[in-house]
Every structure is written in C-alpha cells, then in structure tokens.
C-alpha cells in the first residue's frame, strides 16, 4: 500500500496563478483532511471531507477550494495565490473521525508564491 | 477557547538519557489527546492517544505519555533517548466544540538528541 501520496511536492506560483493540489489514499478511509504547516504555527486545518462528494471548513478556508469526487481522492485547490499562502500543505486520511482514530498523513507539499 | 500548548519550542537530551516533552491543553469535558511526530521532510506519523482508561499511555519507538488530568498535561516521555528520535513533536487535542471534533495542534517542539 502507497498509503497518502501527494503531487506535485515543489511548486513555485506568481502571484494571482492558480494551480490544484492532489490527494489520494488507498486504505479505503472515509474522512480526509488538507492542512498548512507553517513556522511556529503547527498545523492549521484547511477543509476536509466526511466521505465521498462532501466538503466542510476548517480552521483556515479562505482562498481555498476543495472536491471530493471519488473516495480516494481530495483535491485543494488556489485560485489566484496570494505570498501569504506560501507554506508546506499536507493532506491526511483516517477511518473514521480523526479525533479518535489515527490520521495518516502524506508527505507534503511545499509551496512558494513569488 | 479551545487550546493545546507545547511550552518548549526545543529541548536538548543527550543519547542514553530520559526525555520529556511538554503538553498542556484546555478544553471543555474529556480530553481526546495524540502526540504526532515528524521527522524531516516527512508527513507526521501518529505515536500514541488517550481517550479513556489507564493514564500512562503507551505508544510507538518505545514513548509513553501520561495524562493528568488535575494538571491538564499529556507529556511525552521516553526512558533512553536515541540520536533517531530526533524530529518534531506535535500534541493534538480534540476540537470538543466543533461538530465533526477535528484536532487542535500544538505549535510543535524540536526534540534534538546528541549522542
């Protein structure tokens, strides 16, 4: 099993570009989770998903978009980035809530917008 | 408010000597409470949680932590440190206001272990 794998993991964005982010597990769990990891802040939740074509806000939305169109995949989405937007983004995955049960976590994604 | 605080950003241990990492939390009712490590360009994997029953918990790589409640801690803890223990600790509790209860993260602590 690949378990949370995650592309691209570099990306260089001007300001104003957009771009997606991808998200796929294949452990069959049902919630999935985007978060930004930045300096001293810890991890900061973006959105995440309950199951297959469901999305809800997390800590930090603004800017960003989410689908869940199959299972296995979460895409995050930037419209038009912003330098404050420049981070480390990882997505994770669980069974079932993720305040209980184990959240397994991809490698990241590092981010930078000139 | 809900919130979670590692009060060090680093601790320093030598190879061979316990380790303790520090965790307080504030929340309403019972804590659910993780600790989650990171190593260097990696994800963070999961080490160990509390959500009921014994206070001492034991998790992966040989950590403990232990809940106390009249303290509101959850230290991580860990008898003989190695050089490869050396990474990122995040604690996390459970959002005990929002509907689906995601976790808070802490803002991490940078263990470092010199042999």
């Known amino acids: 099993n690949a378990g949370v794998t995650q592309t691209p993991k570099f990306r260089v964005l001007k300001t104003g570009q957009s771009m997606t982010l991808l998200c796929a597990q294949d452990?069959?769990?049902?919630?999935m989770y985007w978060y930004r990891q930045d300096p001293g802040m810890g991890l900061r939740l973006i959105h995440y998903?309950?199951?297959?074509?469901?999305?809800a806000k997390g800590e930090v939305p603004d800017g960003y978009n989410v689908s869940r169109l199959k299972k296995q995949n979460f895409l995050l989405g930037l419209e038009s980035a912003a330098p404050s937007q420049t981070s480390v983004y990882f997505c994770?995955?669980?069974?079932?809530?993720?305040?209980?049960?184990?959240?397994?976590f991809g490698p990241g994604t590092r981010l930078t917008v000139l | 408010a809900q919130s979670v605080a590692q009060p060090e950003d680093q601790v320093n241990v030598a190879e061979g000597n316990p380790l303790t990492v520090k965790c307080t939390y504030s929340?309403?009712?019972?804590?659910?409470l993780f600790w989650y490590v990171q190593y260097p360009n990696r994800g963070l994997q999961f080490l160990l949680k509390?959500?009921?029953?014994?206070?001492l918990v034991k998790g992966s790589y040989g950590f403990e932590a232990e809940f106390n409640k009249s303290q509101t801690s959850f230290h991580l803890k860990k008898p003989s440190a190695l050089v490869s223990d050396s990474a990122l600790y995040f604690c996390?509790?459970?959002?005990?206001?929002?509907?689906?209860?995601?976790?808070?993260f802490g803002k991490g602590t940078k263990l470092s272990v010199k042999p």
């Open positions: 452990m069959n769990h049902e919630y």
């Open positions: 509390y959500i009921t029953g014994d206070n």
């Open positions: 996390a509790v459970r959002d005990m206001i929002g509907s689906q209860g995601n976790l808070i």
């Open positions: 994770a995955s669980s069974r079932a809530l993720g305040s209980v049960n184990e959240q397994f």
């Open positions: 929340v309403s009712g019972n804590p659910y």
């Open positions: 998903s309950v199951g297959e074509g469901t999305t």
